[in-house]
């Protein structure tokens, strides 16, 4: 795909982050291969890296960094700050975009600015293209590679949204009713998410992308029924059902956000495929006990 959701990058340039990013075939830095749930005993996800490959440092003509890797001997990815066009990779600390496949595909022209581009081996299918700045000032690094030849670490738009989302983090709510310790058949019972704040939830950064939660509604389901409302955060009638038989009912609540993601202040469009990740859902449980009034009738002259 060339350049990737077409120019989010007029988004991103406004915005400059370090990200980690793309090692070149002769590049032999420990870099991370996998992103994922780096934590998965804690809830929610923490997005990070899960995997990596090599085992030392290097320097060489794709400007990959020789800093990947920290006091304690725990690596990290190589650095650059994203700018202009070049937002979607990194090489060492250059900021880099990609044609995938390449506009050119003759080797002879390719090697115009590439000299030693080799002949085209034998497992190889097209050609890619990358550009590169270290800054928006500095003069840009023209490169052919061989499909074969690139391996991509790339930290993606997904990967930053799925940081994000992984950063916000939804408060712990209690689902109460009134009247409270025990309601009774046919009469009006209130619902409120006790502790859920009534605006919008806002994230921590993460791979300079924020995420923020806007809710849009609640659901009470108990006893074969169930209520939907907007957010309640405190005691009123907005959300409001009748019990019809008496006995201890376990009832869920479910509040429901939409999920934006920003960078420096400007919507980010989430990519076709990962609209899963615009909504998050919490939940809270009680039971509520019912009881039945009986009344006794009699005549009245």
Not at 2 to 24: D, E, K, P, Q
Not at 131 to 153: A, H, I, M
Request: aromatic residues 6%; charged residues 20%.
């Amino acid at each position: 795909m060339l350049r990737s959701l077409a120019r989010i990058a007029a988004v991103l340039a406004g915005a400059a982050l370090t990200v980690g990013g793309l090692a070149g075939a002769a590049d032999a830095a420990r870099t991370c291969t996998a992103y994922g749930d780096s934590d998965p005993r804690t809830p929610g996800i923490q997005y990070g890296c899960v995997e990596w490959s090599g085992d030392d440092t290097s320097d060489d003509d794709t400007g990959s960094d020789n800093g990947n890797g920290n006091d304690n001997g725990s690596p990290a990815p190589p650095q650059c700050t994203f700018h202009g066009i070049y937002d979607d990779f990194c090489i060492g600390k250059r900021a880099c975009y990609k044609n995938d496949p390449a506009a050119v595909q003759d080797v002879e022209r390719a090697r115009e600015d590439t000299p030693g581009l080799a002949d085209k081996p034998a497992d190889a299918e097209r050609l890619i293209f990358t550009g590169c700045r270290e800054t928006p000032d500095s003069e840009e690094v023209r490169r052919y590679y061989w499909d074969t030849e690139l391996e991509e670490t790339t930290v993606s738009v997904v990967d930053r949204i799925r940081a994000a989302r992984g950063a916000l983090r939804l408060p712990t709510v209690t689902a109460t009713f009134n009247p409270p310790t025990r309601t009774l058949v046919n009469i009006e019972t209130w619902w409120w998410a006790q502790g859920a704040p009534a605006a919008e939830i806002v994230g921590t950064p993460a791979l300079g992308m924020r995420a923020i939660a806007s809710p849009r509604g609640m659901t009470v389901s108990v006893a074969g029924q169930s209520v939907s409302c907007p957010l309640v955060t405190r005691m009123a009638d907005t959300c409001a059902m009748q019990f019809r038989r008496a006995g201890d009912h376990p009832a869920t609540m479910t509040l429901t956000y939409d999920i934006r993601f920003e960078m420096g202040g400007t919507v980010i469009p989430v990519p076709a495929g990962a609209q899963d990740l615009m909504t998050l859902t919490t939940t809270a449980t009680t039971t509520v006990p019912v009881r039945e009034v009986q009344s006794i009738v009699t005549d009245v002259d």
